[in-house]
């Protein structure tokens, strides 16, 4: 008779506490209840169990009398918040342990049929015990007449019973035998076996071993091990001595083990040693126990409390829709594990994904023309979606302006909605989006304090790398400086030969003016002539002084103009730089004023004096000085303004002036002379100077070898410094991505096959393309397009990609050696050489084309390469399995869209079971591999009626677990190949039931 045990959870598979193995007063064997109703105390102690026990498993010795009496009191209304009662027979197999007690099995029976009862005590009468010669049955009256038989003297039935059950043994083949004849047993019962030491198969061994047999006989035949040893767990699972490929060869698979208290008294009465409470997820139904074989790891527990998979704060209780006369049920409920949504096509399985996403504020970037709320916006009027919170807290969004509403930088759920996943997996868009994805993951898997107060991978980026790409900077503006000063360092050397040549026909031209200024003199003015060359050459000097102290005057005034400027413009704006660039240095406006930058002296009084000293020199040069003759209006012009011997380098400007026109005037013999005479003298002076100049250039020319030698040092050692930069860089990256990378070298399967590789990415191409530029390719060397990029490759491609800075530094030195001359070879007819060479210069040494950067590969295939389907691999492994901090809820509609179903099976089912320990997980889906396989906590399905004019079709949806016979009859019409992957799971699993 069926008593209403069933209690199937909406909410799917959820964690209760169970009780398999409890005897009650009256047990046959070591009844130790006492009282005046030891009953109501059993009852009252179940009732009264914390954590509440929702599923009993009343235990008795051959028989199930108890079991009834429970059932009874069950329909009086006692034990309410027990769900489930099954019968559970303890037999006692006719092996001994080394302890000398028998080895004890268990058969458990669905309480679902209602004349479950009659046949499990028919069942029980195929067991029989032969003693003196008689045959003893399983059942009450033979059991009473086994022990009289044993020990006449008992006369009490209920004493004799325990003796003929504690007698009364079962042989293994006498088991078989019986489960063999009886259909509904052997495909309901569940077997179970001691696994201790004392009545368990662990007792069955010695020195020679020879229980080994036997003991792994009785193992292979059991469903489930009664054991809460964690070492017995471990084996059971595949985790310890066996491997679950051996478990599989040598025991039928992995078993779960369970523990109940196992309680003879009522002190024990729901209180397990050590409390070893059982936990098993599932309906309260018998099937849940059954899907604990299938899935022991998962479904059954032995601890003080059950897994917890998600916070309580990240996980979704329940979707409560507003406004929404569409929906058959305006509340559905969520389980925190996996969640599968699914349905035919157009039933509304993204309708519910939408909402979900609405209601935790994810759906404002996934809006696209293919979604439910953008399709059906114009029938959404007011609904809203509500996602209540295990925490008790709510988030609510108007499903309909979700788009302009609650956009938040971190939403509360993932959404990745077909279309996002679509745009990732794309191999047509070039922004390759799913990098953003990969550096949001990387982001994530530093702690806050290796984050540095950053708010994203860019920021992170950046603060990480912010000192070696200065660096980097600095030594490419040192290169840029170097390479410019280079071209005019040797321009200047290549002029050397032309500029002795224009000083040689300088000093001719010199030579000849003075021959013709020479002819203009009057014969017995020659020793006047003489005297005017050395004052007018002493004036000459005289004045280049008075220039030069006048530039330097200036100087000095451009000078205290860029102190003020520098005191009032740029110094304060270096400091404003500075708190800009260091905003998080927490220094006071007090402490900044000690990074004010000035000048270590009084420059304001060291340059007030040199410009007076400077100003005096120059009054001083170009007199009158105090020391100068004055000059009078009638004086004789015959007599010289200079004494006779007078030192000429000692006078002032302006007396040397006076004494050249003196002698001009005496020199010459008539006006047109004099104006010859003075013409060619200006010419003369002027002419002069510029050979000083001159050979100050020829001088400089003459020194640019050692300068050149300078600066190219200095270039080569910039070079470096900027390939220092880039290998500091590499190490950056590294240490960033460097949590990642542990992570996926940690793990195994299909995460083996993902590679994260920091390298130095080297367009090459693009180097080439811009020296091509500027180069006349129509002959020479380097004739015709690519020339350029061959000649690279081989010198300088490898010293980019992986040199050390020394290394790429002397691999383009060789190349500019082996290659200057021929360049030259190609400059433009049109073009300034200095210029041309400047820019070629520039290029050379130029490494914009040289960037650092990661690299993600699967099996050996950068992710850009990839087809559209394995990047969706990338893509959920990212998700499910690397993304390990994000453990909010996460929604994937329809993540095998892209998929093989092999791969579905082979690379993430196992992904799925492991990432819903630690976050909820909500698919949308159309493959029975991602609800089957996966275990799936909670089954969704969505259906929806024919359409109706102008409104949107009403939709339902069914909820449930995966023990829930209904839901399963459901995912296997839904979803293709739904029936064979509960059968290939039990078949993989080798479990027969």
């Not at 008689?134 to 007449?145: A, M, W």
């Not at 002084?545 to 400027?565: I, M």
Request: charged share 30%.
């Amino acid at each position: 008779m069926k008593i209403g045990n069933d209690l199937h959870s909406d909410r799917g598979s959820e964690w209760h506490r169970w009780d398999p193995h409890i005897h009650t007063p009256g047990t046959v064997l070591n009844d130790q209840y006492s009282g005046a109703d030891p009953w109501e105390i059993f009852i009252s102690k179940v009732e009264a169990s914390n954590p509440a026990i929702r599923a009993l498993g009343i235990t008795d010795y051959f028989g199930i009398d108890p079991y009834e009496k429970v059932l009874e009191l069950k329909r009086q209304g006692r034990l309410s918040h027990v769900g489930l009662v099954f019968p559970n027979v303890e037999l006692r197999l006719n092996i001994e342990t080394n302890r000398g007690a028998a080895v004890n099995l268990h058969l458990m029976f669905p309480p679902d049929d209602s004349d479950h009862v009659d046949r499990i005590k028919r069942f029980l009468l195929e067991f029989e015990f032969s003693y003196q010669g008689e045959n003893f049955r399983c059942h009450r009256e033979d059991l009473i007449r086994l022990g009289k038989k044993h020990k006449p003297e008992q006369t009490d039935p209920d004493a004799a019973r325990s003796v003929g059950a504690n007698q009364f043994k079962v042989s293994l083949d006498q088991l078989k035998a019986a489960l063999g004849k009886h259909e509904w047993i052997k495909h309901n019962a569940l077997i179970a076996v001691a696994g201790g030491q004392k009545d368990g198969t662990s007792g069955l061994r010695d020195s020679t071993d020879s229980w080994a047999a036997q003991r792994k006989n009785i193992e292979q035949l059991a469903h489930i091990i009664f054991d809460s040893n964690p070492k017995q767990i471990s084996f059971w699972l595949g985790q310890g001595a066996l491997s679950v490929q051996e478990l599989d060869e040598q025991y039928n698979g992995r078993k779960p083990c369970l523990h109940g208290s196992d309680a003879h008294t009522a002190v024990r009465v729901g209180a397990p040693d050590q409390q070893r409470y059982c936990w098993i997820k599932g309906d309260l139904t018998f099937e849940s126990l059954r899907q604990t074989c299938l899935e022991p790891e998962e479904r059954a527990v032995i601890g003080l409390e059950p897994p917890r998979g998600s916070l309580q704060s990240h996980t979704i209780k329940a979707l409560t829709v507003s406004g929404a006369p569409w929906l058959r049920k305006a509340s559905i409920p969520l389980n925190a594990g996996l969640v599968a949504v699914v349905g035919a096509r157009g039933s509304g399985k993204t309708a519910l994904a939408d909402l979900v996403a609405a209601g935790g504020y994810a759906l404002s970037t996934q809006l696209n023309k293919e979604s439910f709320v953008f399709r059906a916006k114009e029938h959404l009027g007011t609904c809203k979606a509500e996602l209540t919170w295990e925490n008790s807290e709510t988030t609510c969004n108007e499903v309909s302006s979700v788009d302009i509403d609650n956009i938040l930088d971190t939403p509360h759920v993932q959404y990745l909605s077909q279309q996002f996943v679509d745009k990732l997996c794309s191999a047509e868009d070039t922004s390759n989006p799913l990098n953003a994805e990969i550096e949001r993951v990387i982001f994530d898997a530093h702690t806050r304090d290796d984050c540095m107060g950053a708010s994203s991978f860019q920021e992170l980026l950046e603060l990480r790398l912010e000192g070696t790409r200065q660096k980097r900077r600095r030594h490419q503006e040192t290169l840029r400086k170097a390479s410019s000063d280079l071209t005019e360092e040797r321009s200047l050397k290549d002029s050397l030969e032309g500029l002795i040549k224009d000083r040689s026909e300088k000093a001719k031209e010199i030579e000849l003016d003075k021959r013709d200024r020479k002819s203009l003199v009057p014969k017995g003015n020659e020793e006047r002539t003489k005297r005017l060359e050395e004052v007018s050459q002493a004036a000459e000097q005289t004045r280049l002084q008075v220039e030069r102290a006048k530039r330097r005057y200036q100087t000095l005034l451009h000078l205290k103009g860029d102190v003020e400027d520098f005191r009032t413009r740029r110094a304060p704006g270096i400091l404003d730089g500075l708190k800009q660039e260091r905003p998080d240095t927490g220094l006071s406006e007090a402490d900044w004023n000690e990074f004010k930058v000035g000048f270590v002296g009084d420059v304001d009084t060291l340059l007030a004096n040199r410009l007076r000293q400077v100003n005096s020199l120059v009054a001083e040069l170009k007199g009158p000085s105090d020391v100068t003759p004055p000059i009078s209006e009638g004086a004789d012009p015959n007599v010289s303004l200079i004494p006779e011997g007078a030192d000429l380098n000692q006078q002032t400007l302006s007396l040397l002036d006076c004494e050249v026109a003196r002698l001009n005037l005496l020199v010459g013999a008539d006006s047109t002379k004099i104006k010859r005479y003075s013409a060619l003298s200006d010419k003369i002076t002027k002419a002069e100077s510029a050979l000083v100049k001159l050979d100050e250039q020829i001088e400089r020319a003459r020194e640019a070898n050692v300068r050149i030698k300078e600066l190219t040092q200095l270039r080569r050692t910039a070079y470096e410094g900027v390939f220092e930069a880039i290998v500091e860089e590499e190490q950056e990256l590294k240490d960033l991505y460097a949590p990642i990378q542990q992570r996926v070298a940690a793990d195994t399967g299909s995460m083996e096959r993902l590679g994260f590789t920091v390298k130095r990415n080297v367009d090459i191409e693009k180097w080439a393309k811009a020296g091509e530029d500027l180069l006349d390719l129509r002959t020479g060397p380097f004739r015709g397009r690519g020339q350029v990029l061959q000649a690279a490759k081989g010198t300088l491609m490898p010293a980019w990609q992986t040199g050390s800075a020394a290394e790429a530094a002397t691999a383009l030195l060789e190349f500019v050696r082996e290659n200057e001359e021929k360049l030259r070879a190609h400059q433009p007819e049109k073009s300034e050489f200095r210029e041309w060479a400047r820019r070629i210069s520039d290029w050379l040494y130029s490494t914009d084309h040289i960037t650092v950067g990661y690299s993600l590969q699967y099996d050996g295939v950068e992710i850009e390469q990839l087809s559209p389907g394995t990047r969706g691999i990338v893509l959920l492994l990212l998700y499910l399995s690397i993304d390990a901090e994000d453990d909010r809820p996460l929604i994937i509609d329809q993540p095998e869209e892209n998929l093989d179903p092999q791969s579905v099976f082979e690379e993430l089912v196992t992904r799925f079971r492991e990432a819903k320990k630690r976050r909820q997980i909500i698919i949308v889906t159309h493959n029975a591999n991602l609800v089957v396989n996966t275990d799936a906590d909670q089954v969704i399905i969505a259906s929806c009626s024919h359409h109706r004019l102008g409104k949107l079709p009403e939709i339902m949806y069914e909820c449930g677990g995966l023990e829930n016979p209904d839901i399963r009859r459901r995912v296997c019409e839904i979803l293709e190949g739904g029936e064979r992957a509960f059968k290939e799971r039990a078949r993989r699993l080798r479990v027969v039931l």
